[in-house]
């Protein structure tokens, strides 16, 4: 099948090397069977050739409204802002230029402003099936480790700490590699079927790994945007909607029905299913939050709190982060970060589904929807890969053009345009 031969200029070209260039450090955080310093170097040297290449290109708001446009400014300045405070707190030790928590994570909401058209969309879709192999690959070669720690966890067998959660993170990673293809999994009716099943494959794994090990946020991650992908498939959301409550409540039957099962099957999973490991860290955090301040305008990029849980050992208490994303905002901006933050979200969330045309931006607004919802019990602000992403759906709900684009110029754009058929004005 063929298309017309569409136009793309430079700019479309440099989209794509820098988001070529961002894949390659997403990748390169998750990769753990290569020597460290070799992962580090690609890294730094990606960075640099991404700090480069940003200021090239034009960022430009072309949303349609006003008000919000006015917001997400405010948000970007009082990014900045919040980027410059705190330094007196920056120690080499725990922040450095290959970290994913450096200061540069500040300037990924300016990915709104690349503006997603044919080409772009072309590339984000060849990046996701990247993704989806590397997922498979990374998920096969680390069944061991995934398994190690399953069974250290049930036996409490170490100790150390800190190897116990980098088994954890590697467990957790196959969902945070697939996360971006997502968007083309909810919205799957644009997908080919050869495509579909590649993700299908990639979800089962990452699926595979975080209930083996237990990682609840995760779990619930990814059964939303499955949620998410069943509502998306017709144009009637209201019946997806009865139709996708009416599974849940038949899983969680079957599920409770055949609990002790279960319990042989998934122990870590069981044993974890009730337990809170939350509460502890927002009441810890809000206990030395305390003052007006700290609530209005947080304490800079480098900023910490005190939470006795980690205050053990070498370990001061002192934390640059926390479990909770939201919590993680309110530390380095407060409300006046916060408060804009999920505004744009979730105005985003309500162009996406109620004035587009075709399943490609509804699917933009599920994945920001569930990101928002992840971002209460889980940490989101990072560099890498499906956080760009969702900066990038931002700017695609709000996009006009886009929204108004048919299912089946978005079917052909995604599946059958090859790169020989695009030329440079």
Same mark, same amino acid.
């Given at each position: ?6 136009? #793309? $200029?430079?700019?479309? !070209? %440099?989209?794509? @090397?820098?988001? =070529? ?9 998750? /990769? ?108 096969? #070669? $680390?069944?061991?480790? !995934? %398994?190690?720690? @399953?069974?250290? =966890? ?9 190897? /116990? ?120 955090? =809000? ?9 209005? /305008? ?128």
């Amino acid at each position: 099948m063929t298309t017309n031969i569409i136009p #793309i $200029n430079k700019f479309d !070209i %440099l989209f794509k @090397k820098i988001m =070529y260039t961002v894949l390659t450090i997403s990748i390169c955080k998750y /990769i753990n069977f290569i020597p460290t310093f070799v992962d580090n170097l690609i890294i730094l040297l990606a960075t640099l050739y991404l700090i480069y290449l940003l200021p090239q290109f034009p960022f430009k708001l072309t949303w349609d409204k006003a008000p919000l446009r006015i917001v997400f400014v405010f948000f970007v300045i009082w990014n900045l802002v919040t980027m410059l405070r705190g330094f007196s707190n920056f120690t080499f030790n725990k922040f450095t230029l290959i970290n994913e928590q450096l200061f540069y994570i500040w300037i990924l909401p300016l990915f709104a402003c690349l503006k997603l058209n044919k080409y772009r969309i072309h590339i984000l879709f060849r990046i996701c099936i990247i993704l989806c192999y590397f997922s498979i690959l990374y998920t096969i #070669i $680390n069944i061991p480790n !995934i %398994l190690t720690y @399953k069974n250290l =966890y049930l036996i409490n067998e170490t100790d150390d700490t800190q190897f /116990i959660q980098d088994l954890q993170s590697i467990a957790q990673n196959p969902t945070f590699i697939i996360l971006p293809i997502t968007i083309f999994f909810i919205a799957n009716r644009l997908i080919s079927k050869r495509y579909i099943n590649l993700m299908n494959i990639s979800l089962i794994l990452a699926f595979f790994s975080v209930v083996i090990c237990a990682r609840r946020t995760t779990i619930f991650y990814i059964i939303s945007l499955v949620c998410f992908s069943i509502i998306n498939k017709r144009r009637n959301l209201t019946k997806s909607v009865y139709a996708t409550t009416f599974i849940i409540i038949v899983v969680s039957t079957i599920i409770y029905i055949f609990s002790d099962s279960l319990l042989q099957f998934f122990p870590i999973l069981a044993e974890r299913a009730v337990e809170d490991s939350r509460s502890g860290v927002i009441n810890n955090f =809000y206990a030395d939050f305390t003052s007006i301040q700290d609530w209005l /305008i947080g304490r800079g990029s480098f900023g910490t709190y005190y939470d006795p849980i980690f205050d053990y050992g070498s370990n001061n208490g002192q934390r640059y982060l926390s479990e909770c994303g939201y919590l993680t905002i309110l530390l380095r901006g407060g409300l006046l970060l916060l408060i804009p933050y999920y505004l744009i979200g979730l105005s985003a969330i309500k162009y996406g589904i109620t004035k587009s045309n075709n399943f490609l931006v509804r699917a933009m607004a599920f994945y920001i929807l569930a990101f928002l919802l992840f971002t209460i019990v889980g940490v989101n602000w990072t560099f890498k890969l499906h956080y760009i992403i969702y900066w990038l759906c931002i700017g695609g709900c709000f996009n006009r053009d886009l929204r108004n684009m048919s299912n089946i110029s978005l079917y052909k754009i995604i599946n059958y345009v090859s790169f020989q058929n695009w030329r440079i004005d």
